[in-house]
């Protein structure tokens, strides 16, 4: 199974802040790497998917980067709809598996 | 607008047989872009994948899980199911049926249900 790694698990932030946040795969996953925002108490929402692809009707603040096992998550300026957590996912292989999550706080 | 939902008993026993099933609405399940999926969140804790299912009847499910699960289609009714026999504690979490779309680079899940809390106790 490829292992996702995400850092931080938790981020203390403030209203316009830029945040980024990592995630690595145990081995190389191309390109195959999406993005899921969760508020407590609904599912998970696509955000990013084929690691740089925004979602149609996701706002801008949010980007994606990276390839091979080195991914980010960038949020340019914080939004109070914003503090949720956000988990990665690999597609690149069975059995699918996601990172254990990055719960974003307000400061 | 696709929309998935899960029901099913929210109570099972230890060792007894969990049984799910998924909706789907707005679209149909027979579409070679698309597979259908399971995930699990115990309480406060991450994201698992169960396993998925193609319209063809074609599944794949996580090895930590495989002998204790089967997902089955109804073409017919446009929906599928989830079962997990001898459940324990474990087991505890709330279950998401999603659609992964598989046309885009290896495939993300860009519908969920809204998720059925299925609790393990006696």
């Known amino acids: 199974d490829i292992q996702m790694t995400q850092s931080p698990s938790s981020l203390s932030a403030s209203v316009g802040d830029r945040v980024t946040i990592t995630c690595r795969s145990s081995q190389s996953i191309d390109k195959y790497l999406n993005w899921y925002q969760q508020k407590p108490g609904k599912a998970p929402y696509l955000l990013i998917f084929a690691a740089s692809s925004l979602r149609s009707g996701v706002p801008s603040r949010f980007s994606g980067s990276g390839s091979g096992t080195d991914f980010t998550l960038t949020i340019s300026s914080l939004q109070p709809e914003d503090f949720a957590t956000y988990y990665c996912q690999q597609s690149y292989s069975i059995p699918r598996t996601f990172g254990q999550g990055t719960k974003l706080e307000i400061k | 607008q696709l929309q998935l939902q899960e029901s099913g008993s929210g109570l099972v026993k230890p060792s007894q047989t969990l049984s799910l099933t998924c909706a789907v609405s707005g679209g149909s399940i027979n579409n070679d872009g698309y597979s259908w999926h399971w995930i699990r969140q115990p309480p406060g804790k991450g994201l698992e994948w169960i396993g998925y299912?193609?319209?063809?009847?074609?599944?794949h499910y996580n090895p930590s899980l495989k002998s204790r699960v089967a997902i089955s289609i109804d073409r017919s009714k446009n929906q599928f199911s989830l079962k997990l026999n001898s459940v324990n504690a474990a087991d505890t979490a709330v279950y998401y049926c999603?659609?992964?779309?598989?046309?885009?680079?290896?495939?993300?899940?860009?519908?969920w249900g809204q998720g059925t809390l299925v609790t393990v106790s006696s």
């Open positions: 999603a659609r992964e779309d598989i046309a885009v680079a290896g495939g993300n899940f860009d519908y």
């Open positions: 299912i193609f319209h063809s009847g074609y599944t």
